[in-house]
């Protein structure tokens, strides 16, 4: 019976896991916000603004393009 069945394909964790990890370090305020609202980078602030929010989220689509689609990070899970 076991002959019969077909393989089941891997699924490729790569993507989720780059885009959790870049999504938790490039929260505004969590390790830095850019730009700030007195400096241009702030550490640690745990506080944010619209402009860093847009800046961020462009921040975070060029960095997982380029890890998913340039370097082409793939895990798979059996």
Do not use: K
Request: aromatic letters at 10%; proline letters at 6%.
């Amino acid at each position: 019976m076991n002959g019969d069945m077909a393989p089941r394909p891997s699924t490729d964790w790569g993507p989720i896991i780059v885009a959790v990890i870049l999504f938790v370090v490039l929260s505004p305020g969590l390790l830095f916000q850019l730009p700030a609202r007195t400096r241009v980078v702030e550490f640690g602030n745990m506080g944010t603004s619209a402009i860093s929010i847009l800046v961020h989220a462009i921040v975070f689509f060029c960095l997982l393009t380029i890890f998913v689609i340039a370097i082409g990070v793939h895990v798979y899970a059996a």
